[in-house]
């Protein structure tokens, strides 16, 4: 019987425990042994629950203790997870998290350490929750050059967005139903500005490249700014819009995007609705590939976590080798970056075609006093210098 341990008993570590339960029987046939959990790292009790009796409040408990094989990072945060996660790998203990905080800064240095203690540190469920996208990444693609990555990566954004869409309502209050569903945390900053899906495109863009790349280093816009009359002009186009996290090969670098984008219906990302995440991969030999599944949620993030911890029991005595250096990707400027430009505006159209040129006009039911229009194909940079020349613009959003 292999011996765990769970670090940090909330969501997704009680989860953790449940799959563990549930599904006991075929996880030791996949794994060759049985999973038990030997102890749960928690500052609280928890009376009454099953795993009383495992809790522990020091982490070197776990470190010290030679029986303990594998260990499961479900804290949250940089720290203190990262210094019991460096303790684990340290102490020869495999490690697997679901923690993007900590894969996004620390990442490259922990798979250093793993690899170095001929262990493994494992992180499939820090991205797209039951979606196996890393996994595929590290060994299901390795014969191809990944040329773009585009998902939707935050299932909370994504749920606001559809709400918005079907139902027209404005951000507020579409924000304050995500959070009374337990979509959206009390303090839903990451998820709404962007920094979320931000974490989780570095992340892959990383294991695509085999070097660091700097979540803060992205550029990034959340869904705060976008209201019921941009649903309008998107419905107007046949259009929806999406919080897209982007990551395209440019040369030999990458250029790396988050930002609200307005998709056709052929887009393969236009019909992911609600809380699911989905990402599409294209590569140089396989072309196009898509990976739908539930991002978040208890059981879909646990299953990911568990099924870690079924391929490190495979390989107990062996490193999988992960291709992430702590050398910097110098990512390539989003304003090379080539689009279309939806705008609203409250200046005439003679001026926007003084400072656009040529550009097709968008009415939406019931919205006045501006007009909309969409830009013809151009960069980023391109598209900063023409709107200084135009004044009374109040949104700007990306077309594909």
């Known amino acids: 019987m292999i011996k765990a341990a769970i670090m940090g008993y909330g969501t997704i570590g009680s989860g953790v425990a449940e799959v563990l339960e549930t599904n006991q029987e075929s996880i030791a046939r996949r794994s060759g042994d049985g999973i038990e959990v030997k102890y749960v790292l928690d500052l609280r009790e928890f009376p009454g629950d099953p795993i009383q009796d495992k809790i522990v409040h020091d982490y070197q408990t776990i470190a010290n203790d030679p029986e303990i094989s594998i260990v499961v990072e479900?804290?949250?945060?940089?720290?203190?997870?990262y210094t019991f996660v460096k303790a684990m790998l340290e102490a020869g203990k495999h490690v697997t998290t679901s923690n993007k905080a900590l894969v996004a800064e620390k990442g490259a240095q922990l798979i250093a350490l793993?690899?170095?203690?001929?262990?493994?540190?494992?992180?499939?469920?820090?991205?797209?929750?039951?979606?196996?996208?890393?996994?595929?990444?590290?060994?299901?693609?390795?014969?191809d050059e990944i040329e773009e990555i585009t998902g939707i990566l935050n299932g909370t954004t994504n749920y606001m967005m559809t709400k918005m869409s079907e139902e027209g309502l404005e951000f507020d209050d579409v924000l304050k139903d995500a959070q009374s569903k337990g979509y959206a945390e009390k303090d839903p900053t990451a998820d709404i500005e962007g920094h979320d899906a931000c974490r989780k495109i570095a992340i892959l863009t990383s294991l695509v490249c085999g070097q660091q790349v700097d979540f803060e280093d992205i550029h990034c816009e959340g869904i705060t700014k976008i209201s019921a009359k941009d649903i309008k002009y998107a419905k107007a186009m046949g259009r929806a819009i999406k919080l897209l996290a982007t990551s395209k090969k440019v040369g030999d670098s990458y250029c790396a995007m988050v930002a609200p984008c307005m998709l056709v219906p052929s887009h393969p990302l236009y019909p992911v609705n609600d809380v699911f995440n989905a990402v599409f991969v294209h590569g140089n030999v396989l072309g196009d590939a898509m990976f739908y599944g539930s991002g978040a949620g208890k059981l879909p993030t646990a299953s990911a976590v568990v099924a870690d911890m079924v391929d490190i029991a495979k390989h107990l005595n062996r490193n999988i080798f992960v291709e992430w250096s702590s050398k910097k990707m110098e990512l390539t400027d989003y304003k090379s970056l080539e689009n279309r430009f939806f705008v609203r505006t409250t200046s005439d159209m003679p001026a926007v075609e003084a400072a656009f040129g040529s550009v097709e006009a968008?009415?939406?039911?019931?919205?006045?006093?501006?007009?909309?229009?969409v830009t013809e194909r151009m960069t980023e940079a391109e598209y900063e210098k023409k709107a200084a020349g135009l004044n009374g613009i109040l949104?700007?959003?990306r077309v594909s």
């Open 114 to 143: 793993a690899k170095e203690k001929n262990v493994n540190f494992m992180f499939e469920a820090s991205v797209g929750g039951g979606i196996p996208i890393i996994r595929s990444l590290n060994a299901c693609l390795t014969a």
């Open 74 to 81: 479900t804290m949250g945060g940089v720290e203190p997870a």
């Open 395 to 397: 949104q700007m959003i």
């Open 362 to 373: 968008v009415k939406a039911e019931g919205v006045t006093g501006e007009i909309g229009f």
